[in-house]
């Protein structure tokens, strides 16, 4: 059963990370599911009880986040479901915290350095008024349409930093067969 669960949870979050790299939106079905995986995983570990306490907790900080205008509504929905996902064995929701604002840190200086770099590129782009082929090939197009966003200061995939730190936490809990214990 853990196994599953571990499996599951990585490939959704995942999914989560990808669908907000290529939309910037999560689907509104993706944090239900988590949620739900993340009671079931809870209830088997019998932290229930503080795993929605410590959700509850989250989704109240990231609502004012959001009044605010610094977080999407999705990644105030996403956040407190994944945080369920993780159980309290040597504090790993804490790193899991932790690890969050670091790579969501990290993503923001990262676009922060690229957008000189990419706002030039377009100015170029209009000045000469040429009309590119687009590109080929699915990995070609997506860094355009990233190099796109960044140049317009579009928001930041938020879900890539939530689930990277997620899947990072989870590992060691749901040791899964592809990724085997050293």
Same mark, same amino acid.
């Given at each position: 059963m853990t196994v599953i669960c571990g499996t599951l949870a990585i490939a959704l979050l995942l999914y989560a990370a990808l669908h907000d790299l290529a939309a910037r939106t999560l689907p509104d079905w993706l944090a239900p599911c988590v949620l739900v995986l993340g009671i079931v995983v809870r209830f088997m570990d019998h932290t229930l009880e503080i795993g929605l306490l410590i959700a509850a907790a989250t989704f109240v900080v990231l609502f004012a986040i959001w009044v605010l205008g610094y977080i999407g509504g999705g990644? &105030?929905? #996403?956040w407190p479901a994944t945080a369920m996902l993780i159980t309290p064995q040597l504090r790993p929701e804490l790193n899991f915290f932790l690890l969050v604002f670091l790579l969501g840190g990290l993503l923001g200086l990262i676009y922060l350095a690229m957008w000189p770099l990419l706002r030039h590129r377009r100015r170029r782009a209009l000045l000469t008024r040429g009309v590119s082929a687009p590109p080929r090939g699915l990995l070609r197009r997506a860094l355009r349409a990233e190099a796109w966003r960044i140049s317009r200061k579009g928001h930041l995939p938020y879900a890539c930093a939530i689930s990277a730190a997620a899947i /990072?936490? %989870? %590992? @060691? /809990?749901?040791? %899964?067969p &592809? #990724? @085997?214990q050293l």
């Open positions: 990644d &105030v929905k #996403f /990072v936490s %989870l %590992l @060691p /809990v749901f040791p %899964l &592809v #990724f @085997p």
